[in-house]
Structure formats: C-alpha cells, structure tokens
C-alpha cells in the first residue's frame, strides 16, 4: 500500500488490522525548520503524534517500524551536537 493517513486513530487502527502489514513506513512531518520554530503545536501535531500513534496501534504486533526524520536542530542546541559521530 502506497500512503494512509494517519492523524486519525480509529481509521488508522482499522487500516493496519485489515492490511497486517510486515513493515511501516512513516515518513509524514513538518519539514520546514521555520515553520516547525514558529508553530510548534503544528510541528508536534505532525512529526511526533502520529508516530507515537502508530507505536500505540502497532503494540506487541510482530510488525516492524521505520520513522523517517530530517537531521534539522534548532541554533540554540547546536554546541551540543556538533557532528553526526556525536549522535
């Protein structure tokens, strides 16, 4: 299956009962870095709500997960990290 939408939780839920899917793929959010400083109740709404969503709806399924995100930081956490190997 291509895409399903997942800000709702009965139709996700029903959708991943019906499909029984090996893997999910969630590479749905917010990219804009601006947009997600300036409104962050929209940036939780779509990079974080639905992927714990679907960790809720997955539970103990033998179903595996994938969270696509983007490698954006906000300035003020930048001397924190300052590399990839610092992950």
Known sequence: ???LPISNKANLKKDIEE????IIINSAGLT???ESE???KKARS???????LIT?????????YCYISTDARS????SELQ???DL
């Open 83 to 85: 590399s990839h190997s």
């Open 38 to 40: 300036s409104e962050p």
């Open 75 to 78: 300035e003020e956490h930048t």
């Open 56 to 64: 809720e709806l997955i539970g103990t399924r033998p179903i595996s």
């Open 19 to 22: 499909l029984d899917p090996d």
């Open 1 to 3: 299956h291509d895409a």
């Open 46 to 52: 779509l990079n974080f709500m639905p992927s714990k």
């Open 32 to 34: 804009s870095f601006r």
